[in-house]
């Protein structure tokens, strides 16, 4: 699930919440859409980065974070949810692995 998207409000965001209720899976997976300013989807969307921007995402994550909390997920990751006894074992991947790997991103 995303939030932070343009546009989204806390009754969107408990459509989302509903739609989880609908489904009932064990684990979520919960990200906030980060709109990084000078980028081609900043533009497209006439987004501006800046702290009202930041303290609005964060409001409706506090939001998300209380609302599965209430469902019986419990938060272990930044942005994973899981019933209880259903975590999910850490992610490994190629930093686990002592691997080289790449990692690319927006400058900031």
Known sequence: MIHGIP???VAKLEADLA???????DHVSWYELGVVEGTPLAR???ETVGDAAEDAHASLY?????GLQRRGYR???VSNFARPGRRRAPQRG???AARPYLGLGPER
């Open 44 to 46: 497209r969307l006439g």
């Open 7 to 9: 546009g989204q409000t």
């Open 75 to 77: 938060w272990y990751e």
């Open 19 to 25: 739609a989880i209720d609908d489904l009932s899976p």
């Open 94 to 96: 190629v930093l686990g």
């Open 62 to 66: 506090r939001h998300v974070v209380r």
